[in-house]
């Protein structure tokens, strides 16, 4: 008979555990590339998706600071159109009033002083020239 075993050698405890701890090792290498690899094509992806929209954002964003400008325009447009029309109604009223109070200065007050002592057609005098 030999003495060479047929069977195969039995491991140790040790060999056991080191082999297993090789394997976890081996395996948490493994899913650890593959997250990385996973990370860096999500990156490249949003990174892709990112600049391809960019442009459109600018696009939109112009196009709104366009219309902005074009209502502000607008708005100070009626805003000086409505002030010169104010400005030439108040100016009428003005002219208006201004005729009325010259009537009645030369219809009311004037004809009065001759009928009043001298002091107060002097004083109604010097007031109606304040007025004119």
């Known amino acids: 008979m030999s003495t060479n075993s047929t069977k195969p050698e039995e491991k140790g405890f040790f060999e056991k555990v080191k082999e297993t701890i090789e ?40 196009a709104v600071k366009k219309a902005i ?37 030369f219809t009311v007050v004037l004809p009065m002083t001759f009928s009043l002592p001298l002091s107060a057609a002097s004083m109604l005098t010097g007031m109606a020239i304040l007025f004119v």
Do not use: C, M, R
């Open 23 to 62: 394997e976890f090792w081996d395996g948490t290498k493994n899913k650890a590339e593959d997250v990385k690899d996973a990370a860096e094509d999500t990156y490249e992806h949003l990174k892709d998706k990112i600049v391809s929209q960019k442009p459109v954002a600018t696009k939109k964003a112009t």
């Open 69 to 105: 400008s074009k209502k502000t325009a607008d708005v100070a447009a009626k805003a000086k159109t409505a002030a010169t029309e104010i400005k030439a109604k108040a100016e009428t009223k003005a002219k208006a009033i201004t005729a009325n109070a010259k009537e009645v200065i």
